[in-house]
């Protein structure tokens, strides 16, 4: 542990006071007050770099990712992963869908991609995925965006938007 040789000093109300004492209560190795407070506030740091990087998650036409892999290269992507699925949306699989009658669901083939990236790149990711993987018919798919909390590169123990 880091000498723990600063002193910052904290004026609270009782509820403050009682949270932090919950919370503490419910650690298994019951840390002190200031160390509750010291990995309350570290977990809080933790959490807002959780807006730094974005994972894309596109479901896309198979017949299209050719399309859109070179888009990404082109604007410098460094690392994607891609997944042959099956899945199914609002048509159910089904090209063409009769109000009222019955229908079956079929899983279609689709390719998933997903890639994680410093949030200022978001929007321009999306928009070209978007614009690379669009036909206009129905079953063109989706983007799904999501937070990341922690990268790691194995090789050099890289971290954050440097890992990627
Ligand atoms: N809500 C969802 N959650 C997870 N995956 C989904 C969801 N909706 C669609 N998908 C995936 O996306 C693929 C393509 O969906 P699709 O484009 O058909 O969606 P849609 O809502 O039916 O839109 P459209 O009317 O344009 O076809 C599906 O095969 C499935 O893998
Ligand atoms: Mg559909």
């Given at each position: 542990?880091?000498?723990?040789?600063?002193?910052i000093?904290l004026?609270?109300?009782?509820?403050f006071?009682n949270d932090?004492?919950?919370?503490?209560?419910e650690q298994?190795?019951?840390?002190?007050?200031?160390?509750?407070?010291?990995r309350?506030?570290?977990i809080a740091?933790?959490?807002g770099?959780s807006?730094?990087?974005k994972?894309?998650?596109a479901?896309?036409?198979?017949?299209?990712y050719?399309?859109?892999?070179?888009?990404?290269?082109d604007i410098?992507?460094?690392?994607?992963?891609?997944?042959?699925?099956?899945?199914f949306?609002?048509?159910?699989g089904?090209?063409?869908?009769?109000r009222?009658?019955?229908?079956?669901?079929?899983e279609v083939?689709?390719?998933?991609?997903?890639?994680?990236?410093?949030?200022?790149?978001?929007?321009?990711?999306v928009?070209?995925i978007?614009?690379s993987?669009?036909?206009?018919?129905?079953?063109?798919?989706k983007?799904?965006?999501?937070?990341?909390?922690q990268?790691?590169?194995?090789r050099?123990g890289?971290?954050?938007?440097?890992?990627l």
């Amino acid at each position: 542990m880091k000498k723990q040789d600063q002193r910052i000093q904290l004026v609270a109300s009782t509820e403050f006071r009682n949270d932090v004492d919950k919370w503490r209560r419910e650690q298994t190795d019951l840390p002190s007050h200031s160390e509750a407070i010291r990995r309350l506030v570290k977990i809080a740091l933790r959490s807002g770099d959780s807006e730094t990087m974005k994972m894309i998650t596109a479901i896309i036409r198979p017949h299209k990712y050719e399309d859109v892999r070179n888009a990404l290269i082109d604007i410098g992507i460094e690392g994607l992963s891609a997944t042959e699925i099956r899945g199914f949306g609002r048509q159910r699989g089904q090209t063409e869908i009769y109000r009222g009658a019955e229908y079956k669901t079929t899983e279609v083939p689709k390719i998933k991609i997903e890639i994680v990236v410093p949030a200022t790149k978001l929007d321009q990711v999306v928009n070209i995925i978007s614009k690379s993987s669009e036909t206009g018919k129905v079953g063109d798919g989706k983007i799904f965006v999501s937070n990341i909390d922690q990268a790691i590169r194995i090789r050099t123990g890289e971290t954050q938007d440097d890992a990627l």
